[in-house]
């Protein structure tokens, strides 16, 4: 990841509604979620869930599948490791392996 698309990552998450949508497709792992449950499971209306889908997914935080006439939507854990990684890449004096158990723990979902 470089440094546009973290900016443009933080600018997709920086919005409460999309926030609690980036948030409930983690709670969600890999089942995923319809857009029309996630709008329901937020009280959002499907027009603003639709919108804020597609902000996440150019930030690259989340991914969709298609079967048939339905969209899955899923939290993209390689993106949020890449945006990890970014923020983490010059750490502990630029020894990033310093680093790599906690990236490692969030990505694993240790520790949550």
């Known amino acids: 990841m470089d440094k546009k698309q973290a900016i443009t990552a933080f600018g ?14 983690v709670q ?23 919108v804020n889908l597609s902000i996440l997914l150019r930030a690259g935080l989340i991914r969709n599948e298609r ?7 899923f939290a993209d854990f390689e993106g ?21 158990p906690l990236i490692d723990q969030v990505m694993t979902g240790r520790g949550c």
Do not use: H
């Not at 079967?67 to 939507?73: F, I, L, P």
């Not at 949020?80 to 790599?100: F, P």
């Open 67 to 73: 079967d048939g006439r339905t969209v899955r939507y």
């Open 28 to 50: 969600a792992g890999n089942q995923g979620m319809l857009s029309g449950e996630i709008a329901t499971a937020l009280g959002q209306k499907q027009n603003t869930a639709s």
């Open 80 to 100: 949020v490791g890449g945006l990890l990684g970014y923020l983490m890449e010059d750490c502990c004096g630029g020894q990033a392996d310093q680093c790599r």
């Open 12 to 25: 997709a998450l920086s919005q409460e509604s999309r926030l609690d949508v980036f948030r409930r497709l």
